[in-house]
């Protein structure tokens, strides 16, 4: 088991496992079915995206470098949690952007879905973490891999 400590931007308990990307994750690209189509659930769209494109995102605990894309990523999380096609958790390896904090928050408080949100990770934290992994997310933004 590898352990490592961000800060709990959504703080939360959860276990479950992995879906990673290397690369950024362009929220309105991966989502863009969800919200043009009622896609349900949330299917990766974003061909730019190998690592996800595809896969299901909704429930999912999503371990990403950063959001990129477009300025509406915040619009977007906010917006797929009203349609209930939210992803569990969103763990960052890096400091996460005010775009993708604002969409977390926003769902929080105007939908009531708790997106459980660390950030500050750690490259080592992508490094360690695989798809299907098994992930401990504990209240004080301490992230588990391996358990």
């Given at each position: 088991?590898?352990?490592?400590?961000?800060?709990?931007?959504?703080p939360g308990e959860l276990k479950g496992s992995a879906l990673v990307s290397h690369t950024g994750f362009n929220v309105?690209?991966?989502?863009?079915?969800s919200l043009t189509e009622g896609q349900n659930p949330?299917?990766?769209?974003?061909?730019?995206n190998s690592e996800f494109f595809g896969k299901q995102l909704t429930g999912e605990i999503l371990c990403i470098?950063?959001?990129?894309?477009?300025?509406t990523a915040g619009m977007i999380i906010q917006s797929v949690a009203a349609l209930g096609t939210e992803p569990?958790?969103?763990?960052?390896?890096?400091t996460a952007e005010s775009l993708?904090?604002?969409?977390v928050l926003l769902a929080d408080i105007w939908e009531n879905k708790k997106i459980?949100?660390?950030?500050?990770l750690g490259d080592q934290f992508l490094e360690a973490v695989s798809n299907g992994d098994k992930v401990e997310i504990c209240l004080d933004g301490t992230v588990r891999v391996g358990i």
């Amino acid at each position: 088991m590898k352990e490592f400590h961000g800060r709990a931007v959504i703080p939360g308990e959860l276990k479950g496992s992995a879906l990673v990307s290397h690369t950024g994750f362009n929220v309105l690209a991966s989502f863009w079915k969800s919200l043009t189509e009622g896609q349900n659930p949330s299917i990766c769209v974003d061909q730019n995206n190998s690592e996800f494109f595809g896969k299901q995102l909704t429930g999912e605990i999503l371990c990403i470098p950063q959001v990129v894309g477009s300025t509406t990523a915040g619009m977007i999380i906010q917006s797929v949690a009203a349609l209930g096609t939210e992803p569990k958790a969103m763990l960052f390896s890096h400091t996460a952007e005010s775009l993708a904090i604002s969409g977390v928050l926003l769902a929080d408080i105007w939908e009531n879905k708790k997106i459980i949100t660390v950030d500050g990770l750690g490259d080592q934290f992508l490094e360690a973490v695989s798809n299907g992994d098994k992930v401990e997310i504990c209240l004080d933004g301490t992230v588990r891999v391996g358990i």
